[in-house]
């Protein structure tokens, strides 16, 4: 278990809304040093849709994946 944080780009187009331009795997994260796992989460961030950015033409956004056992109901 652990947490796989990403940054990510969104930019405004006007035709489709909010699109990611760049996305990065922190290094300081549990799973970063899993190279493949990392690299499918960074270019998996880029299918993602978003509203454009309201107060800008681009916005920087951080999110952490936290993997973990799966929990059983009870």
Do not use: Q
Not at 19 to 27: A, D
Not at 50 to 61: A, G, H, K, T
Request: hydrophobic share 40%; net charge negative.
């Amino acid at each position: 278990s652990g947490v796989l944080n990403v940054r990510f780009v969104v930019v405004a187009d006007p035709s489709i809304g909010g699109v990611i331009e760049t996305s990065e795997i922190m290094p300081d994260t549990a799973f970063s040093k899993n190279e493949g796992l990392a690299e499918c989460i960074k270019e998996s961030v880029y299918s993602l849709r978003f509203p454009p950015p309201v107060d800008s033409l681009r916005e920087e956004i951080s999110i952490p994946f936290e993997f973990g056992a799966p929990v059983r109901a009870e």
